[in-house]
Every structure is written in C-alpha cells, then in structure tokens.
C-alpha cells in the first residue's frame, strides 16, 4: 500500500504568503505551490507507453484513475539516476488533469513569505529558468520554486496523446 501526504487539508492561503511543498532533485531543493498538490506516493510499478518522450515514464493506476508520469530530472535535462528508496511521486493537479512528477524525495510543507521570495536569475540553476518562478530564501538556505504551469505546459500533454494515441 502506497503511504501518502495529504495536503488538501493544509490552510494553504495566507495574507502575505504561500506554502510549498519541497522536495530534492539531484542534490538540490525545489519546491512548487502546495495548492498544485493534489497527494504524495511511493514510486510504484509505472506501466510504459511506446512512443512517449523520453522524460514520460509511463501512466501509473492510482485508485481506478491513470495518471501520467514524468521523470522530472529527465524533464529538467538533469542526469538521471536509479530511482532509490525515498523516490516518490508527486500527484499534481493543474487544468484539472492529475499529472505524476517522480522526485528524489520530498522534505516538507514550508511557508514562505513574499519578501523572501525573488525573480530567478537567468544562470546559475542545472535547470532551464522558464520553469523558475523564484528563488525562496529560508533560513539562509535557496529553494528553486518552480512554476508548475511552465513545466506541465500543453504542449507537454499534446505530445501524449499524439504519441500515445490517448492515456
């Protein structure tokens, strides 16, 4: 059984700043909105579906609903590794379409204020900065928050149904 964080119960919205979900990819913390989030799952079995993009794993079943699959360092042109013991699925959800982000581990929710938040620099990440939101500046350490709608573009979901002939 699949052990899952649940953050739809979180108090997510506040007056002067957001929460996050963070999470480590080669060594580095990212973290998107939590509100995105929809739950967070152990990697299970992905099912593969020819003729996919590369960074596409495959769909996962959750619970009667398929779910498409991204490796996100393979999205983020990173290295990618074997996935390990804390590598886990985030389930996000954006123009209502559940999509699954593989990661090596989430940390935490976190609260990050405004002030602490600022514009990506165009160099210096191992990702593109068209998915960089921001920089979070918490406790002097530097969070990438992306911004999911970038990387889960529609044109990222075309390319599934044209390969695969729908999910």
């Known amino acids: 059984m699949a052990k899952t964080l649940d953050v739809s119960d ?9 929460q996050y979900v963070t999470f480590e990819l080669s060594n580095e913390t990212y973290a998107i909105e939590a509100l995105m989030v929809k739950e967070i799952i152990e990697l299970a079995y992905v ?3 020819p003729n996919l993009p590369e960074f596409f794993k495959g769909v996962i079943n959750l619970r009667g609903t ?3 699959v991204i490796d996100t360092k ?3 042109d990173m290295d ?3 996935y390990k013991r804390h590598t886990c699925v985030i389930i996000t ?4 379409t559940l999509t699954g982000l593989i990661v090596d581990a989430v940390s935490d929710v976190l609260y990050i204020p405004r002030g602490a938040i600022s514009v990506a620099p165009s160099f210096g990440t191992t990702i593109r900065t068209d ?5 979070g500046n918490i406790e002097g350490k530097l969070l990438i928050i992306l911004d999911i709608v970038r990387v889960l573009t529609p044109e990222v979901f075309s390319n599934i149904y ?3 002939g729908g999910v």
């Open 10 to 18: 979180t108090d997510i919205e506040t007056m002067d700043g957001e």
């Open 131 to 135: 998915f960089v939101r921001g920089l």
């Open 74 to 76: 393979m999205k983020f």
């Open 80 to 82: 990618p590794d074997d």
């Open 93 to 96: 959800e954006f123009n209502n």
């Open 162 to 164: 044209e390969a695969g």
């Open 66 to 68: 398929i779910i498409p």
């Open 47 to 49: 099912t593969r579906v």
